[in-house]
C-alpha cells in the first residue's frame, strides 16, 4: 500500500482461494471474492485478464448496485455483495470467456482526501481464477 503508518487506518484486502474452474461453452459460472475491509461503503472491482494481455475491467460493486462497461454487459457479467464477499456470475459461457479474473477493493483512508490503491499483484491476493 502506498501510505505512510500514520496514514493507513485499517488493513483492506481481498482473498480469491477458488482456484481453477472448468466449465464448458453455454454454462453459468460463478466465482467468489472475500474481502476485509473498514469501509463503510466498499467499492468491489472485478476484471478479466487474457494470456499476454492487461487486465480489462469489467465492473463495479458497490452498495447502489453494479457498474459494467460495455464489453461485459450485465446480461451476461453481474457481481453480488454482501458484508465479507462479492461474487462474479458469467452466464452464457463463450469460449472467449476463458482466462484470468481477480477482483480489487478501493481501499479507504481516514483523514486524507487522496484515494490509495493496493498493488493488485500483492501476496494477499495472488490467487487467481481462471477459466478452462
Known amino acids: 500500500m502506498f ?14 482461494e477458488q482456484g481453477d474452474v472448468i466449465a464448458a461453452e453455454g454454462d453459468t459460472v460463478t466465482l467468489y471474492c472475500k474481502y476485509e475491509t473498514t469501509s463503510a461503503f466498499p467499492y468491489l472491482f472485478w476484471y478479466k485478464q487474457d494470456v499476454n494481455d492487461y487486465p480489462k475491467y469489467v465492473l463495479r460493486r458497490d452498495a447502489s448496485g453494479t457498474e459494467n462497461t460495455q464489453e461485459f454487459p450485465k446480461d451476461r457479467f453481474d457481481a453480488e455483495l454482501n458484508k465479507t464477499s462479492v461474487s462474479l456470475k458469467i452466464q452464457k459461457l463463450q469460449l472467449s470467456d476463458s482466462a484470468v479474473y481477480y477482483c480489487a477493493l478501493r481501499p479507504t483512508v ?11 499483484w500483492s501476496k494477499d491476493n495472488r490467487i487467481l481464477h481462471n477459466i478452462h
Do not use: A, F, P
Open 3 to 16: 501510505c505512510s503508518s500514520s496514514e493507513c487506518k485499517g488493513e483492506d484486502k481481498v482473498i480469491q
Open 110 to 120: 481516514t483523514g486524507n482526501s487522496k484515494t490509495l490503491y493496493k498493488n493488485l
